[in-house]
């Protein structure tokens, strides 16, 4: 189509554009005409309105699924510009904490064995009777002027054996041990039946054999030691 002349939509031939039906074939020009050029600013044939709406349906589709999937997704943390608050640091001491200074591992304490208690039990005196055995003045404290040094020794049953022997040790005041008479020098007879042995010696001979101090005696019968006591000889 010119400015001047019409095409015939039909035979294709040229015609005036003042013609309402094609000169060749009699076809009416005017619907033609008005189906090929829109005459307002929006296309109302029914090919474009199918296309437009057909292009909005689309728009409200992609927008209604991404309303959708906004709504489902977790929502984007909002990004402020508040100045963050400083979370607390461990603070690290170059300087070893007082507890830490000086101070000495604890020395392990060691639980004492218990001593097996001993059969016979040993008492000293300054005299002894003659028919029980047992002492009389019982002291463990011994002077030149006591008049005798006397001990016994009580079991519970028969002592069971015909000697029984002494050993006697001075304990200096560190705990060191000197004796001062042998199993072998203390060696007496005793009376298998008996259940009280009791011997007894002058002092005097005590102090030149022996002097001055702490010691202690310890009673055996035979390999096994049956009783122990201490006493002092003072000057």
């Not at 060749?24 to 600013?41: E, H, Y």
């Not at 005196?125 to 002492?135: E, I, M, P, S």
């Not at 015909?162 to 007879?189: L, N, P, Y």
Request: hydrophobic share 40%; with cysteine.
């Amino acid at each position: 189509m010119t400015g001047d002349t019409v095409e015939c939509f039909n035979c294709g031939r040229p015609n005036p554009g003042w013609a309402q039906v094609c000169r060749s074939c009699g076809v009416p020009l005017v619907a033609a005409r008005s189906a090929s050029a829109p005459t307002g600013p929006f296309p109302t044939d029914q090919a474009s309105l199918i296309s437009m709406g057909a292009a909005i349906a689309a728009v409200l589709v992609a927008v209604l699924l991404g309303f959708l999937l906004s709504s489902m997704s977790p929502s984007t943390p909002t990004v402020g510009f508040a100045t963050p608050t400083p979370s607390p640091r461990a603070s690290i001491s170059l300087r070893p904490s007082a507890s830490a200074v000086g101070s000495v591992p604890a020395a392990p304490v060691e639980t004492p064995v218990p001593t097996p208690a001993l059969p016979g039990t040993l008492t000293f005196g300054t005299a002894l009777d003659q028919t029980t055995r047992t002492v009389t003045a019982p002291t463990s404290e011994f002077t030149p002027q006591s008049g005798g040094f006397a001990h016994s020794i009580a079991f519970p049953a028969a002592y069971g054996a015909d000697t029984i022997s002494e050993e006697v040790a001075m304990v200096a005041a560190d705990g060191t041990e000197t004796i001062v008479q042998s199993r072998q020098a203390g060696t007496f007879a005793a009376n298998p039946a008996a259940t009280v042995i009791g011997l007894s010696a002058p002092i005097g001979g005590l102090y030149a054999d022996w002097g001055v101090g702490t010691f202690v005696m310890r009673v055996y019968r035979g390999e096994e030691k049956v009783a122990e006591g201490t006493f002092t000889l003072n000057p």
